[in-house]
């Protein structure tokens, strides 16, 4: 299908502009139109994962002319990796919507155009091959997210979304001062202009330049992620932001951080990239951030901030994995961020659930809801499962496989990771033990089972979370070449290496292309 990702990329926006034309006294409408457009937003992304091709780079590739006279242009594309993390942008878009019916009263035209603008924001920057079009989608999510969080969030929601804002904007001002450089480089050597992705990669960078560049990225992309010691604006944003702003916060918007990562950094920037130096500062501020969020896990009273705080732990064990600079660990580190985005996504829901019905976030207030509230009890169990890794769910497939890359690169490494394991499951059993667990406090008495909205919403993400902890042999096959080039471009010659230290496992094909 021709201009099949600009139509992904754009119906959510098309929906937005529909949305303006409903009056704002039909607040059914409103609510009809704004889900119809987000379910329409994933299902027009179902034909890349049918006509995906993992054999081949960058697929669907679709490029015009914007702005000769900067070297910019609209230039799209997606590979493996970009593809699994537009599916989650399209579905958790869809389900976070869904999971507002009932949550949000006020403003509802503005709140659903806002969500419209950041999914189409958020698909930008994982389609975008020219870094000029990248920077436009990059600003764009920040614009949608302040208001999220800014009008319809908790007591505090001000200050939070100020400092989302601040936090963030800074680290981009860096990014682009990063791009501009190479933009730059790449007239200085070759004599004419070009935001271009494949362009940049072309041209040659000295190894000081590409140090400092690579601190800028960094800025950029920790901030967003968010790596220790970045990661204070998170848990106010989360508290203060709606359910489904949290949701879609963790679920998909700190991807753009380590998808920085992946896209850029490492491949444009091979040299600092790969410097020892470098290597192990993003290991251990990795490791720190596992071990830490976890044990600030533990200390929470408040059970959505609990949650936030698994985020920064989760996302070190995705940095870990792309600083292993091994296939084993980017695999793990791209499959274990679609599984965040899976499990921490439904916490962040059944949080929402609780809040609605008793409009409390404190753990004490609850206990014993299993036995008024079995399905819920059942899904929440199912989450905490999945976000701590066991099987035949989908963390087990992320974590197992960043802590065979990360034990390649470093032993320490990997015995840390597997500390923040123990301690997720520790902070998850302890959450569920209080809430769910023995006897129901008497204002907890009354609370209604989830409804059939509400199990449509869960459904999906723990049929995900089945799929790939049962079947995860697609996601390793879609992921094989993107790792592999990126590997292949820090250390080249790495699988030939490998091959002659392991005669019996020779490199594929894709792995030496």
């Known amino acids: 299908m021709d201009h099949i990702l600009s139509i992904v990329l754009f119906t959510p926006l098309l929906g937005m502009l529909v949305l303006f034309c409903i009056p704002s006294s039909n607040t059914r409408a409103i609510k009809i139109w704004a889900n119809v457009a987000s379910l329409v937003g994933f299902l027009v992304s179902l034909p890349l994962v049918f006509q995906f091709d993992s054999s081949k780079d960058y697929q669907f590739v679709e490029k015009a002319a914007w702005i000769p006279g900067l070297g910019a242009s609209y ?141 800028a990225f960094f800025l950029g992309f ?22 489904a702003g949290s949701v879609i916060l963790a679920s998909v918007l700190l991807k753009m951080g380590t998808y920085g990562f992946l896209r850029f950094s490492l491949p444009l920037l091979p040299k600092s990239a790969g410097d020892p130096f470098i290597v192990k500062a993003m290991g251990y501020l990795s490791v720190i951030a596992i071990v830490y969020g976890a044990l600030a896990s533990l200390m929470q009273k408040d059970w959505k901030k609990l949650v936030a705080y698994s985020s920064v732990s989760h996302l070190g064990f995705c940095t870990l994995g792309i600083f292993a600079l091994n296939p084993e660990g980017i695999t793990g580190s791209v499959i274990q961020q679609i599984n965040h985005g899976i499990s921490t996504g439904m916490l962040f829901l059944i949080v929402g659930v609780v809040y609605e019905r008793r409009h409390t976030r404190d753990i004490s207030e609850y206990g014993g809801l299993l036995k008024v509230m079995p399905v819920f009890s059942i899904v929440f169990l199912l989450a905490a499962l999945s976000s701590m890794g066991m099987p035949p769910l989908n963390g087990f497939i992320g974590e197992i496989t960043i802590l065979g890359g990360a034990y390649l690169m470093s032993f320490n490494w990997a015995f840390w990771g597997a500390v923040g394991i123990a301690l997720g499951a520790a902070y998850l059993l302890w959450l569920y033990q209080r809430t769910m667990l023995g006897e129901v406090k008497e204002k907890n008495r009354l609370l209604q089972d989830l409804s059939w909205r509400e199990i449509a919403v869960f459904a999906p993400l723990i049929v995900w979370a089945f799929w790939i902890g049962l079947n995860p042999q697609p996601y390793f096959r879609v992921l094989e070449r993107p790792s592999a080039q990126i590997v292949e471009r820090i250390h080249p010659g790495y699988f030939a290496e490998r091959h002659m230290k392991n005669p019996l496992q020779p490199p594929t094909t894709a792995q030496l292309r």
């Open 75 to 215: 230039h799209i594309g997606i590979d493996g990796i970009s593809l699994l993390l537009v599916m989650l942008t399209t579905l958790i878009g869809f389900i976070s919507i869904l999971a507002s019916w009932n949550a949000i009263t006020v403003r509802l035209k503005e709140y659903y155009a806002f969500f419209l603008l950041l999914q189409t924001g958020m698909l930008g920057v994982f389609m975008s091959l020219d870094f000029l079009l990248f920077i436009v989608f990059w600003e764009t999510v920040l614009v949608p997210m302040y208001f999220i969080i800014g009008i319809w969030g908790g007591p505090r929601k001000t200050y939070a979304a100020i400092k989302f804002m601040i936090y963030t904007l800074a680290g981009s001002i860096l990014m682009v001062l990063g791009v501009l450089t190479l933009y730059y480089q790449h007239y200085v050597q070759l004599g004419s202009y070009s935001f271009d992705i494949a362009d940049l990669m072309r041209t040659p960078v000295s190894y000081g330049v590409q140090w400092w560049v690579f601190w």
């Open 222 to 243: 920790a901030v967003k992620v968010p790596m220790w010691p970045f990661h204070t604006w998170l848990p106010d944003a989360h508290v203060e932001a709606p359910t």
